[in-house]
């Protein structure tokens, strides 16, 4: 069945996949892991925003805005 059409199945197993990630409880490496990860993309972001200036001294058009104070 799979053969007649393969982007059935990938769709189908993609979808079984994603559903078991949200059933399987997190891990203990997922929980130290992760907080890690996202401090060093947040600060990778703000070391990005750098180059040309706005006139401000804010390089980045946020008007002075932090990225949590973006957020919430």
Known sequence: MWERNPF???L???TVGFLLGLIVPVTRLETEKIPAAVD?????LEGA????STGNGNSNGSN??????AIS
């Open 8 to 10: 059935n199945f990938a």
């Open 12 to 14: 189908g197993a993609t």
């Open 40 to 44: 060093a993309v947040r600060s990778s």
């Open 49 to 52: 925003g750098g180059g040309s």
């Open 64 to 69: 002075g805005k932090t990225m949590e104070s």
